[in-house]
Nanobody, 115 residues
């Protein structure tokens, strides 16, 4: 599975961005899709995840601001990010885990929150 992420950029604090990740094959049966992020000098961390049954989970610091969704018809997963803060600055990666537990990563998209 190849994952192509897009939608990052430079935004002012309080602004919004929508990240997209399109898969090279049907995501209908993909067990889990997620967004991770990695800030300079820090470990990669889970931001949000969504299962094939549409159950979602979020990192505490983004709850109420970020929304993850998936569109099986478009083979895509999205991350709507609102009320962005400077501490959200990072490279964001999409991730897919298949039913056999094999794992795939997108190439990353830079999100910079700065005035």
């Amino acid at each position: 599975v190849q994952l192509q992420a897009s939608g990052g950029g430079l935004v002012q604090p309080g602004g919004s961005l929508r990240l997209s990740c399109v898969a090279s094959r049907s995501i209908f049966s993909i067990a889990g899709l997620a967004w991770y992020r990695q800030a300079p000098g820090k470990q990669r961390e889970l931001v949000a995840g969504i299962t094939s049954g549409m159950k979602t989970n979020y990192k505490d610091s983004v709850k109420g601001r970020f929304t993850i969704s998936r569109d099986n018809g478009k083979n895509a997963v999205y991350l709507q990010m609102n009320s962005l803060k400077p501490e959200d600055t990072a490279v964001y990666y999409c991730n897919a885990v298949l039913s056999d537990w094999s794992e795939y990563w997108g190439q990353g998209t830079q999100v910079t929150v700065s005035s």
